[in-house]
């Protein structure tokens, strides 16, 4: 199954609430010919958008390829969440790493998530960067963690911009009761994640990157120099970026059996007066919830919710989206259980079995950054940068995040769909325990 039309029309954006309010790129001209270049970057998401626009303004020659559109995939469809941190807390990642590498693991982030803020201030991105992720948690058992965790933050990593919140406070800030406590982190937020996009292919053109949409890679040869094709072009590149995430295919199997695509799901409400946003989600800020199969949500720029998160067995869409997503939202949200609900679509994104992203030399000449876990605005975004800097000869950073254990999905991925179904099931009833 192809997921770059398994679920869409070619060349069309899906009908999101994004699509919609985004100030939309000229579609690009798909590639044609033989052409050359220092590197080629396939995929249009913020990896690959971040990496050719890193590359050009260090004075590489760079051709980027999307299958789509510019921000067509998860980069475009996503809810906007530009989380801190890595996708496993440092509990995890010190056991794991070591405290040394843990500690630069966290670095890493931090510095992902400013360079999304940075990069949100050019007069070419078109979206306000909004402060605030509050990450609530839905069994009272784990409130002792947060604030043990948030205080680990502080006291260990210097970040004062997290706090514990205890059951009321919690309730003070999201008009539920479906919460016991959390963390309120203001030096998380969110965006418009398609207008992100779109600002980072107007940035990447003003430096000199030569954009190709519709142009799904067919091939690669990894030789010197790599040779990338489509079914109109071909590519000589000194160096190839694959960023490609959920819609990898079979272009690279060896990360196909690593990166899996899964499916997620969100919908836009009706725009809401002020008084009832306030009373839903204090301040403005957006919530992500502990579940494993994670409730997400927060209010638009012109005042809807956009609530997302429940599960899906296969790779393709339900004809119900809205249907599927207003059952959590009634959860959390008894009060808008009726409300009029205005678009509804889904994405595909591509997780590991540790949730943490997955970067690896191919070849000496061939990179891959993917993987992010539902965690990829800012990571993804800062991806690129590494891959820019490797390409230039600095590789710490990729080194860093390369080092970081990712196993194979038991079957590769010929045995992805059964085992998402499974696995899927799985966790869905371990949220309800």
Not at 123 to 145: M, N, P, Q, S
Not at 209 to 231: C, H, K, M, N, Y
Not at 273 to 279: C, I, S
Not at 403 to 416: D, H, M, S, Y
Request: hydrophobic share 40%.
């Amino acid at each position: 199954m192809n997921l770059l039309t398994a679920n869409d029309v070619a060349g069309k954006y899906p009908p999101s609430y994004y699509a919609d309010v985004s100030h939309q790129l000229e579609a690009f001209a798909p590639a044609v010919g033989a052409l050359k270049c220092d590197v080629c970057v396939v995929g249009g998401g913020y990896t690959g958008l971040s990496s050719a626009l890193h590359l050009a303004q260090k004075g590489y020659d760079v051709i980027l390829l999307d299958a789509q559109r510019i921000g067509f995939g998860a980069s475009g469809r996503n809810g906007g969440q530009v989380g801190q941190g890595q996708r496993l807390d440092q509990d995890e990642l010190e056991p794991l790493m070591g405290k040394e590498r843990a500690r630069g693991l966290w670095d890493i982030a931090t510095q992902s998530v400013d360079l999304v803020r940075e990069l949100a201030k050019s007069d070419l991105v078109e979206c306000e960067f909004h402060d605030g992720i509050i990450h609530a948690d839905h069994r009272k058992r784990y409130v002792r963690h947060s604030l043990d965790y948030a205080k680990k933050l502080q006291d260990e990593y210097g970040y004062d911009k997290i706090r514990g919140l205890e059951r009321d406070e919690v309730r003070e800030l999201i008009g539920s009761d479906a919460y016991y406590g959390g963390t309120l982190d203001l030096g998380a937020g969110h965006i418009n994640p398609l207008a992100f996009a779109f600002g980072l292919a107007r940035m990447a053109v003003a430096a000199g990157v030569r954009i190709f949409e519709q142009s799904e890679v067919t091939g690669l040869q990894q030789t010197l120099p790599a040779v990338v094709t489509t079914d109109k072009a071909q590519i000589d590149a000194e160096y190839v970026v694959l960023a490609c995430n959920g819609y990898l295919g079979d272009l690279n199997k060896k990360v196909a059996s690593i990166v899996m695509p899964i499916n997620n799901y969100i919908v836009a409400t009706e725009p809401l007066p002020v008084e009832q946003r306030e009373a839903l989600i204090r301040h403005n800020y957006a919530v992500a919830d502990s579940k494993f199969v994670v409730n997400y949500f927060r209010f638009s720029d012109e005042g809807r919710m956009l609530f997302g998160g429940t599960e899906s067995y296969g790779y393709r869409f339900p004809q119900n989206i809205a249907d599927k997503v207003r059952k959590p939202m009634g959860v959390i949200f008894p009060q808008l259980k009726h409300v009029k609900i205005d678009y509804a679509w889904g994405g595909t994104l591509g997780i590991t079995m540790n949730r943490m992203p997955h970067f690896e030399r191919l070849a000496g000449n061939v990179l891959s950054l993917s993987g992010y876990s539902g965690h990829g605005v800012a990571m993804a975004t800062l991806a690129g940068k590494i891959a820019a800097e490797v390409i230039a000869g600095q590789a710490e950073r990729f080194d860093l995040m390369a080092e970081v254990p990712n196993q194979r999905f038991p079957g590769g991925a010929a045995l992805r769909t059964p085992l998402l179904a499974l696995a899927m099931l799985y966790y869905s009833l371990r949220d309800k325990l």
